[in-house]
Every structure is written in C-alpha cells, then in structure tokens.
T-cell receptor, first 110, second 115 residues
Framework: GQNIDQPTEMTATEGAIVQINCTYQ??????LFWYQQHAGEAPTFLSY????GLEEKGRFSSFLSRSKGYSYLLLKELQMKDSASYLC???????????FGTGTRLQVFP | EPEVTQTPSHQVTQMGQEVILRCVPI?????FYWYRQILGQKVEFLVS????????KSEIFDDQFSVERPDGSNFTLKIRSTKLEDSAMYFC?????????????FGEGSRLTVL
C-alpha cells in the first residue's frame, strides 16, 4: 500500500519563503507530484520529481530524496494568492493513478 | 489551452436515485480518471480507464459505480443508487504524454449533494 504524510496547516507572511514537507511510503516509486488546490476548485499541477534533487519552476521548487521517501515544496516571495492547499501525490510503479496525501493548507498573511 | 470539462457543476438528488456525471477529457489524452473529495477531506482515487476499459479501481468503486466512454469524447461516471455518503465533489482527470510527467489534468468538478 501507500502512505503519504504532510502537515495539515501552515501559516506564513507575504514575501517570505515557506517549505512544505511530504514523506511517503510506497511499494515501488514512479514519481512524486505537487498540486495546488484553492478552496472549492480543482487541483492544478505544480511540479513533478522522479529523480533525486531539486526542480525549480519560477517561485516554486520541489525536492526529492527517494532513499528517504521525502519531498518538499518550496514557495518563495509568497503572495496572498498562494493561500491554498498543497497536495503531495505519488505514483507507484506499474500504475498510472496518483495517490494523494491529505494536503497542507497554507495561509499567507499580509 | 486544452482543458477537461465536467457537467453538471452541481447536482442535488434524493437518496436512491441514479446520477450520471459527465466529462470531456483533453482530446489527445489516453488515460481517464475519476476522483472524489468529500468536503474537508483528501482527494481519493476511484477508477482509471485506458483503452476502453477499466485499468484500476479502488475499494470505493463498488457495484454501485460504473464508467463508460460512450463515444470518442465523453467519459461518464454513473452512480446507480445514491447514498448520503456519496455526497462529495467528483473530479474527472485525464493524462497524456506531456514532457514525460504524465501529470493529471483535472476538471472543475461536479458537486453531488445527496439528500
């Protein structure tokens, strides 16, 4: 089976940097995904890691360590519109589906 | 930009009634999915569909649920006899080869309320 853990809630200040952690256990690993979900809306894709290391995409970066079953999403220069839930999702080997964690609700304050 | 579209956006039904939720995936995608999200909870996998058949399904996807791709564009989820606990947001998603990630693109969701 699969188990994905991430903090339930985080708060941060506009302009700051925040790191959202995700740990996972899965039987076989074939990629880790981060999605953003605003309240009442659909998840939207942010980033994908399948090899160890850092992937940078503008203000957002995502890191993966497969040996530790660990990933983080780094958000820089926080803006109010970044207030949302951030979902960590894992794809196991030999499957096409994603399994989602419970999400981390981030509140950005002025 | 291509997108996944879903109808209806909101449906209210009585317990025991049948419901059909409709989706139009992105046109060149090959894999289609239904997920659901009960209010305040996580996004849960229901079923995946590839090459005109179910490729995987979760424990939630019991005999009350079925999926169909009746033509080249639509992908439907049917719930035969709705229960109160079926109240949730149902998301359709599709994926295809876009840079190798095969990420899922989600529709805006269909909110189902069972009374």
């Amino acid at each position: 089976g699969q188990n994905i853990d991430q903090p339930t809630e985080m708060t941060a200040t506009e302009g700051a940097i925040v790191q959202i952690n995700c740990t996972y256990q899965t039987s076989g690993f074939n990629g880790l995904f981060w999605y953003q979900q605003h309240a009442g809306e659909a998840p939207t894709f942010l980033s994908y890691n399948v090899l160890d290391g850092l992937e940078e995409k503008g203000r957002f970066s995502s890191f993966l360590s497969r040996s530790k079953g660990y990933s983080y999403l780094l958000l820089k220069e926080l803006q109010m519109k970044d207030s949302a839930s951030y979902l960590c999702a894992v794809r196991a080997y030999n499957t096409d589906k994603l399994i989602f964690g419970t999400g981390t609700r981030l509140q950005v304050f002025p | 930009e291509p997108e996944v579209t879903q109808t209806p956006s909101h449906q209210v039904t009585q317990m025991g009634q049948e419901v059909i939720l409709r989706c139009v995936p992105i046109s060149n995608h090959l894999y289609f999915y239904w997920y659901r999200q009960i209010l305040g909870q996580k996004v849960e996998f229901l079923v995946s569909f590839y090459n005109n058949e179910i490729s995987e399904k979760s424990e939630i996807f019991d005999d009350q649920f079925s999926v169909e791709r009746p033509d080249g564009s639509n992908f439907t989820l049917k719930i035969r006899s709705t229960k109160l606990e079926d109240s949730a947001m149902y998301f359709c998603a599709s994926s295809g080869e876009t840079g190798g990630a095969w990420e899922l693109f989600f529709g805006e969701g269909s909110r189902l309320t069972v009374l």
